[in-house]
T-cell receptor
């Protein structure tokens, strides 16, 4: 079975500081991993995905994620946080059955001006 | 480009009333379609998914049902709403034929349902 875990319920960061939102995974074989963002009262938006290749994946809005096989992690990062980055972030991986996706529990990111 | 629509955006319904939420996708054919519920602004619960017209898989026993009368239309229904049906309902699609990326899901804007 494949699963992802987001150990932090909420992350607070000052505007302009680097941010990290953590995700660890448990998958068999080569993992596909995703990050989504959800702004208040909106649907989830796809940010980026890792399939294979470079361990550093670049996505939308200046976000990137680092795949670390030895630590089974796929942390989301951004060099300089913006107040507008405040949102709910979900890590995800295929799992739970054919063409289904398992989502993490979500991490609320609060960027403080 | 592909777009996904959901309506209504918000809905307030009395307990025991029926429900019909609609989701449509444009710009793609034969998508996989999904209904999720998000309670209290947090985790996503997969309710139903469909890999083709008339093909519905239910993930959680409940008083909700889903139908897919057309290739790009997915409907979530209930005959009698319960208080516990309140939540944020999200529809999503994925392309099952896109090699290496079929699990990427794209979400609609959601419907916020309040059952009173």
């Amino acid at each position: 079975a494949q699963s992802v875990a987001q150990p932090e319920d909420q992350v607070n960061v000052a505007e302009g500081n680097p941010l990290t939102v953590k995700c660890t995974y448990s998958v068999s074989g080569n993992p596909y991993l995703f990050w989504y963002v959800q702004y208040p009262n909106r649907g989830l938006q796809f940010l980026l995905k890792y399939i294979t290749g470079d361990n550093l994946v670049k996505g939308s809005y200046g976000f990137e994620a680092e795949f670390n096989k030895s630590q089974t992690s796929f942390h989301l990062k951004k060099p300089s946080a913006l107040v507008s980055d405040s949102a709910l972030y979900f890590c995800a991986a295929p799992g739970g059955g054919y063409q289904k996706v398992t989502f993490g529990t979500g991490t609320k990111l609060q960027v403080i001006p | 480009s592909q777009t996904i629509h959901q309506w209504p955006a918000t809905l307030v319904q009395p307990v025991g009333s029926p429900l019909s939420l609609e989701c449509t996708v444009e710009g793609t054919s034969n998508p996989n379609l999904y209904w999720y519920r998000q309670a209290a602004g947090r985790g996503l619960q997969l309710l139903f998914y469909s890999v083709g017209i008339g093909q519905i898989s239910s993930e959680v026993p409940q008083n909700l049902s889903a139908s897919r009368p057309q290739d790009r239309q997915f409907i979530l229904s209930s005959k009698k709403l319960l208080l516990s049906d309140s939540g944020f309902y999200l529809c999503a699609w994925s392309d099952p034929l896109l090699a290496g990326a079929r699990e990427t899901q794209y979400f609609g804007p959601g419907t916020r349902l309040l059952v009173l």
